[in-house]
């Protein structure tokens, strides 16, 4: 099954969020590599592909784990999360309609 991962950044997450997100990437990387990643990548805080000193309010991932549970403890175990990038993470299931 689908999961939605939605991290809310902490509004002073920048240097942790950089520091972190080496090893958040090889784990999303992973995810893509078993072939369970749909899609994954960061709000920007303002409406522009490029937001500037605005930055990023939240990363989304979308991916499959085998229970919702799984989903839970692979967002627990995520360098932002560890590093308290994240104020707030919702993990829920997700049915993937289009494409």
């Known amino acids: 099954m689908l999961y939605m991962i939605l991290g809310t950044l902490a509004s002073d997450s920048g240097a942790r969020r ?5 090893e958040h990437l090889d784990r999303l990387r992973a ?7 749909v899609l994954a990548g960061p709000c920007p805080a303002v409406d522009s592909p490029d937001p ?3 930055g990023y309010n939240a ?5 499959e784990f085998p229970s ?3 989903a839970h403890t692979w967002a627990s175990e995520d360098p932002y999360a560890r590093a308290a990038v994240y104020e707030d993470v919702a993990v829920r299931p997700f049915c993937q309609v289009l494409p």
């Open 18 to 22: 950089a520091a972190a997100r080496p």
């Open 52 to 54: 500037g000193p605005a």
């Open 68 to 70: 919702l549970a799984a």
């Open 59 to 63: 990363s989304l991932i979308v991916a």
């Open 31 to 37: 995810l893509r590599d078993e072939g369970r990643l």
